[in-house]
């Protein structure tokens, strides 16, 4: 089970993207005192990895005790992160406080192009220089992209990259059009290229020994099962089922991208709104309409509820508009 709490909506960057639109911190974001009762919590409802994300989590001045807490729970600590702020002395105070992986992202081997998307002068270079500095510090690292048709052409060598620079893994984020990514929802792929996109991926899994996983793609398990290939993850889409997520003032949603309240931890214990809420009971239901519901893969696959959700007027449990099979 995989949690993720955005620790702040501060961030030195103002990413094309960005669901959480972030750049300033927020007004009551979590205290020291309210997240380590939160982690508790998370503990407490039997998650075991933790994903510290953001905004940008190393701009939030007490993640280092945050971290400690989280590994005294025995929660798996793990970042999301533009790389940028990961130093040399912060990485090895990361693996000190007990961190267990960083996922930093890189969106293109063209540093101008990532950069423009990052709307950061830099931040190429920056989130290298942090993965350097990561694998100097024996800390685990990975590359997230994000897949866009600007930069599609450019995966496999991205792969490479991260081979080359040492990472245990590569992931793929395909976008879902909320927040600031609403505005470049054009620039996303569609079916076709969606499919030669996830088969490509796959395929590319077979000639190299780091993990390559898509994100808000489900259906990579289905062609993965086309293909013949046996992968460790068992289900596509986890909103509601084994993941959710956190907002900096403590608001809970099945995702990152399915933008719904389904309770506030500052009223109600968050080990309490994951085991009692209606919408994530409806979800745990798989009970899907559409092309998704009549799918052979509806328990391995699920379509992702987001996108379902974002082209059906807010109907989460309705077809995956951009799954082509069916």
């Given at each position: 089970m995989?949690?993720?709490?955005?620790t702040t909506?501060?961030?030195n960057?103002?990413?094309?993207?960005?669901?959480r639109?972030a750049?300033?911190k927020?007004?009551?974001?979590?205290?020291?005192?309210?997240?380590?009762?939160l982690?508790?919590?998370?503990?407490?409802?039997g998650?075991?990895?933790?994903?510290?994300?953001?905004?940008?989590?190393?701009?939030?001045?007490?993640i280092?005790?945050l971290?400690?807490?989280?590994?005294?729970?025995?929660?798996i600590?793990?970042f999301?992160?533009n790389?940028?702020?990961i130093?040399?002395?912060?990485?090895?105070?990361?693996?000190?406080?007990?961190?267990?992986?960083?996922?930093?992202s890189?969106d293109s081997?063209d540093?101008?192009?990532?950069?423009?998307?990052?709307?950061?002068?830099?931040?190429?270079q920056?989130?290298?220089d942090?993965m350097?500095?990561?694998?100097?510090?024996?800390?685990?690292f990975?590359?997230?992209?994000?897949?866009m048709?600007w930069?599609?052409?450019?995966?496999e060598?991205?792969?490479?990259?991260?081979?080359?620079?040492?990472?245990?893994?590569?992931h793929f984020?395909?976008?879902?059009?909320?927040g600031?990514a609403a505005?470049?929802?054009?620039?996303?792929?569609?079916?076709?290229?969606?499919?030669?996109?996830?088969?490509?991926i796959?395929?590319?899994?077979?000639?190299?020994?780091?993990?390559?996983k898509?994100?808000?793609?489900?259906?990579?398990l289905?062609?993965?099962?086309?293909?013949?290939?046996?992968?460790?993850?068992?289900?596509?889409?986890?909103?509601?089922?084994?993941?959710?997520?956190?907002?900096?003032?403590?608001?809970?949603?099945?995702?990152?991208?399915?933008?719904?309240?389904l309770?506030?931890?500052r009223e109600?214990?968050?080990?309490?709104?994951?085991?009692?809420?209606?919408i994530?009971?409806?979800?745990?239901?798989l009970?899907?309409?559409?092309?998704c519901?009549?799918?052979k893969y509806?328990?391995k696959c699920?379509?992702?509820?987001?996108?379902?959700?974002?082209?059906?007027?807010?109907d989460?449990?309705s077809?995956?508009?951009?799954?082509?099979?069916?």
């Amino acid at each position: 089970m995989i949690v993720s709490w955005n620790t702040t909506n501060a961030c030195n960057m103002y990413c094309a993207h960005c669901y959480r639109d972030a750049g300033c911190k927020a007004d009551e974001e979590l205290s020291t005192a309210e997240a380590k009762e939160l982690l508790n919590q998370i503990a407490r409802a039997g998650f075991k990895i933790m994903i510290f994300s953001g905004g940008e989590p190393l701009m939030r001045p007490d993640i280092l005790e945050l971290v400690e807490h989280a590994t005294r729970l025995r929660l798996i600590a793990v970042f999301g992160t533009n790389g940028t702020l990961i130093t040399a002395q912060m990485a090895r105070d990361l693996k000190a406080a007990g961190a267990k992986g960083m996922g930093i992202s890189l969106d293109s081997l063209d540093a101008d192009k990532h950069d423009k998307f990052r709307s950061f002068a830099g931040a190429w270079q920056g989130a290298v220089d942090g993965m350097k500095n990561c694998r100097a510090a024996g800390l685990p690292f990975q590359i997230h992209t994000t897949v866009m048709d600007w930069n599609q052409h450019e995966l496999e060598a991205l792969t490479d990259f991260a081979v080359e620079l040492g990472a245990k893994a590569h992931h793929f984020f395909f976008l879902v059009p909320t927040g600031r990514a609403a505005t470049i929802e054009e620039e996303s792929l569609r079916a076709e290229g969606y499919e030669k996109v996830l088969t490509r991926i796959m395929r590319k899994q077979r000639e190299v020994s780091i993990e390559l996983k898509p994100t808000c793609a489900p259906q990579f398990l289905r062609i993965a099962d086309q293909l013949g290939m046996k992968l460790r993850f068992k289900r596509g889409c986890l909103a509601g089922l084994s993941y959710c997520i956190i907002s900096p003032r403590g608001k809970v949603q099945p995702c990152a991208y399915l933008n719904m309240e389904l309770g506030d931890v500052r009223e109600t214990p968050f080990d309490e709104i994951w085991r009692t809420n209606k919408i994530l009971q409806t979800l745990r239901t798989l009970n899907y309409s559409g092309n998704c519901g009549a799918c052979k893969y509806k328990n391995k696959c699920g379509g992702c509820r987001a996108r379902a959700a974002c082209y059906n007027d807010g109907d989460f449990m309705s077809g995956e508009p951009w799954c082509n099979f069916n």
